[in-house]
């Protein structure tokens, strides 16, 4: 595991404790540095175990645990801190998105071809769930832009799943399919911090 990457700091029993920064990783010495508004260090005490989760380009989602043996300012440094699990990144990890983006339905020909916008409901690192009225069906082939810097932003899905109307758009899930590696790791990428921003949340 390299050093210098975004991270969420877990309690024993997996809950929310908050956001920083993994400054350095050993066995015997690992460092993790608070992010801003969570820099009271009073929530943690000495002989705390603790699981940092952190995500990397190539193993994706990354948990390891250890007790944490001193506190200096915002600073927790750890001890014992062995990687533990690959977490999954899959359709398990799935998050809200709530905004519109083009979809592709692609046909035999470019007249056939038509693009649309669809609710993107939620994301994972398999694929999305949209809503829309319009219909689609299995057997068609599908393309799906995200306006999220991402290069390139059009990415193929395959539909697995057609739910019911809710709100007068019908509820569908794609996975995505034959991303290049470059693409799967900006999907890993935005998932992970989308799930550092809704999973850490700041301690009363």
């Known amino acids: 595991m390299s050093d210098a990457k975004s991270c969420v700091i877990l309690d024993e029993k997996g ?8 400054v350095r990783f050993s066995e015997h010495d690992t460092i993790v540095e608070l992010d801003a508004g969570y820099h009271e260090v009073a929530y943690f005490h000495i002989d705390h ?3 940092v989760r952190t995500h990397d ?10 007790r944490i043996y001193r506190l200096d300012e915002n600073k927790l440094f750890i001890t014992g801190c062995v990687i533990e699990t690959h977490v999954e990144q899959r359709e398990d990890i799935k998050i809200p998105v709530g905004r519109d983006v ?20 939620d994301i994972s690192a398999g694929g999305i769930g949209i809503a829309t009225e319009h219909h689609l069906d299995f057997d068609s082939e599908y393309e799906v832009i995200f306006d999220f810097g ?37 999907v890993r990428e935005y ?7 809704l999973f850490a949340v700041k301690q009363p």
Request: charged share 25%; proline share 5%.
């Open 49 to 51: 175990v603790v699981c």
């Open 191 to 197: 998932v992970f911090r989308k799930h550092l921003s």
């Open 57 to 66: 380009p190539a193993d994706g989602l990354t948990n390891c645990r250890g």
């Open 15 to 22: 809950l929310r404790f908050a956001k920083g920064t993994l």
């Open 150 to 186: 991402w290069e390139p932003d059009v990415l193929p899905v395959t539909m697995v799943y057609k739910g019911s109307e809710v709100d007068g758009k019908v509820l569908y899930g794609f996975r995505f399919n034959e991303l290049h590696p470059a693409q799967e790791s900006q």
């Open 102 to 121: 083009f979809f592709i339905a692609c046909g035999k020909s470019a007249k056939d071809t038509k693009k649309f916008t669809v609710l993107l409901r």
